[in-house]
């Protein structure tokens, strides 16, 4: 297999090349992610809000390994091959070791206390058995959900992003096979109803991280001995948590205040929970595009900055941030208009329906901010300044976004519009201040890799 040479990556058409594999390998694993929420739509509305709940905590908990895979990728999107081989072979043992025994910690603490963990999310009495059952399934799928992830960077940071894809897709059919198994036929090997769905979910990422292990070690033999024997120091140990931490505390801040609101919506009521799964659910088709070009955009001037071309990688970012702001207005719309057909594929519920109508109509302004704030951090942190992008998350996360709408639910009749509201002014503070630090420059003083 040739490799793509990583000196190539600032090619003008390389981003669209770049881009369509990783924007369905994103859209696959959102969709790996949320399927199970989405084939439960038609078995019971209850399933969904009990599955969309245990995936919220999840979700949160697995944002733990990007401490370390964010930390390694910030030095692998850097890296050239020819110069840093040795240093790239470190990196890689550390994130497949780190992600791997981090996994099995989650689990482990996932499996013992999965029902005081769902009681800490105002989990409705009625849906704690069907969630405690989906959570300590999923959380052992985490160990080779950490394979995945760890593997996967190390291939994008090689411009490797087709098997990536492939690999996806094959996860995803499987997953839906084996959904479609246990929903609607007598079949029950996997298990029946929620139970059988977290089984298939756990048995397809098992034969996804055998898969991409086998790649890995095929066509990466330069490499090999980085997994077999591996060399772990203290040194890059340090190097990997003053990048990551700080760099995936933006993204667990985040979905921390996602998990403590969605424990305030559920003392609204399982109608309104399921509103919020569905909304939410809809509305990552627009986050894997913007993902997706984040990602691009980072694996294009990470060997800018590299070789110290900072004014060009600033230049090709804010051509980068035009584009998501015309792709994002342009779907959120689409989205919008065609909401309620949408909708109707999932459950016949009316109040549900108006509900998430209203919702997607108010994420034309939402996402659009998003979308651009996920450029912009992945910009930041691939130039190696970590920390402005988490502070600022962590202020506007708890002393704006939590205590608004804990009052919001509390204290008025606003209920989920008054949440979508400070969801929206939140998006909005932060994207002034990203692209004040962003257009400033200071970035452009941080060395992270030396020639």
Not at 26 to 46: E, G, H, P
Not at 310 to 332: C, E, G, H, P, Q
Request: glycine share 4%; aromatic share 12%.
């Amino acid at each position: 297999m040739n490799l793509v040479n990583n000196d190539t990556v600032t090619r003008p058409l390389t981003f669209k090349v770049l881009l369509i594999p990783i924007l369905i390998e994103q859209f696959f694993a959102l969709l790996l992610s949320n399927i199970d929420v989405l084939m439960l739509s038609n078995y019971s509305d209850d399933a969904v809000a009990a599955v969309g709940i245990s995936a919220q905590l999840l979700n949160l908990a697995f944002m733990l390994v990007g401490i370390i895979t964010i930390g390694c990728s910030i030095q692998l999107f850097q890296m050239n091959e020819h110069l840093h081989r040795e240093t790239i072979a470190q990196v890689i043992s550390h994130i497949v070791y780190f992600t791997l025994f981090t996994a099995i910690v989650i689990a482990g603490v996932f499996y013992v206390f999965a029902t005081p963990l769902l009681q800490l999310m105002q989990t409705p009495s009625s849906l704690m058995d069907i969630a405690n059952s989906y959570t300590r399934i999923v959380a052992i799928s985490f160990i080779f959900q950490a394979v995945i992830s760890s593997i996967g960077v190390v291939l994008r940071s090689f411009a490797i992003v087709r098997f990536v894809m492939y690999l996806s897709i094959t996860i995803n059919v499987c997953n839906i096979v084996g959904n479609y198994i246990v929903l609607n036929t007598s079949f029950s090997i996997f298990g029946t109803g929620v139970t059988g769905i977290a089984t298939v979910t756990l048995l397809v990422r098992m034969l996804g991280s055998i898969c991409i292990l086998l790649f890995f070690v095929k066509y990466f033999q330069q490499y090999r001995k980085a997994l077999f024997q591996p060399n772990l120091s203290r040194k890059m140990t340090r190097r990997i948590l003053s990048l990551g931490f700080p760099s995936a505390f933006e993204n667990i801040s985040y979905n921390v205040s996602q998990t403590v609101i969605t424990a305030f919506i559920a003392s609204l009521g399982t109608l309104i929970v399921t509103t919020k799964v569905y909304a939410s659910t809809i509305s990552l088709v627009v986050f894997a595009v913007a993902a997706s070009m984040s990602t691009v955009n980072q694996m294009i001037i990470g060997k800018l900055i590299g070789r110290g071309e900072k004014v060009d990688a600033s230049r090709y970012t804010n051509s980068v941030l035009k584009w998501s702001f015309v792709t994002t207005i342009a779907m959120t719309l689409l989205l919008a208009l065609s909401s309620k057909s949408i909708i109707s594929i999932f459950t016949d519920n009316n109040a549900i329906i108006t509900l998430v109508q209203q919702l997607l109509w108010l994420n034309i302004l939402l996402e659009t901010a998003r979308a651009l704030n996920e450029i912009l951090v992945g910009a930041i942190n691939v130039a190696g300044e970590v920390k402005y992008p988490t502070y600022l998350n962590i202020v506007t996360t708890f002393l704006l976004v939590i205590p608004s709408c804990f009052l919001i639910v509390k204290y008025t009749s606003f209920g989920i519009y008054g949440i979508w509201f400070i969801f929206i002014v939140d998006e909005y503070l932060r994207l002034l201040l990203l692209a004040a630090y962003w257009l400033k420059g200071k970035w452009q003083r941080i060395t992270i890799i030396q020639s």
